[in-house]
């Protein structure tokens, strides 16, 4: 259709309004036809119109300074439970 072609915006706008008859006339064909082989189901589609709250606010981001720092602070608590771990029972509870 194009002539192995690309072209730009305004051509395609152009030919749309051009043809605007032609195309819609040949659109209400193809969904009759994808219609008629199963393709295809009319019907109607609904919005509720829920409002969701959604939590992105600036106070309730995280920076990521901020996040940096928890980072650090969890990778340093993980090191420490790990240097536990390998120290035997014992000397963590010396009975006395």
Do not use: C
């Amino acid at each position: 259709m194009a002539a192995n072609r690309h072209p730009d915006h305004d051509t395609i706008a152009t030919f749309r309004k051009r043809f605007l008859t032609e195309l819609s006339a040949l659109f209400v064909q193809i969904l009759a036809v994808a219609q008629q082989t199963g393709v295809l189901k009319l019907g109607n589609v609904s919005l509720d119109g829920t409002k969701v709250h959604a939590n992105a606010s600036k106070h309730s981001a995280l920076s990521w300074e901020h996040a940096s720092k928890i980072e650090a602070q969890l990778q340093a608590e993980v090191e420490q439970l790990m240097r536990l771990a390998e120290t035997p029972i014992r000397q963590r509870y010396p009975t006395g």
